[in-house]
């Protein structure tokens, strides 16, 4: 891999889970060696969901791959596939999947903040 540019095929990086709940994500930050944003694939099967959380300081967009849903700030919204999202820092965000169909989602935070394994400023709301 060049410094200059990379390309990783996300299906050969190993998935993990959340610390905060069992959807499965694959960490793409390191393969692709990003210094300026983090970057996760991130697969919501039908009925999971993510916990809701905001980053403080990092903004974030997702990349629907697939048909997908996200709630931002307790409001649920359908994103057709190819569709992108962008979530200020302060909202309260998670993904979701109310259908029998597993949704895909790429997520891009930045600037990037804490390292690949913990997020740092990764807020869960007492009243959730």
Known sequence: MTEDFSIVEPADVPTTRFDTCETAVRKLTEPLGCVELRVNQVIVEPGEVTTP?????????????????????????DVP??????????????????TEETHVWLAFGAPPIGTVDDFGAYVVPDDR
């Open 53 to 77: 959380h905001t980053h403080e300081g990092q903004e974030e967009v997702f990349v629907a791959l697939t048909d997908g849903q996200i709630s931002i700030a307790d409001e649920i919204h």
């Open 81 to 98: 596939e190819g569709g992108i999202v962008r979530v200020d820092p302060e909202t309260v965000r998670n993904l979701l999947n109310r």
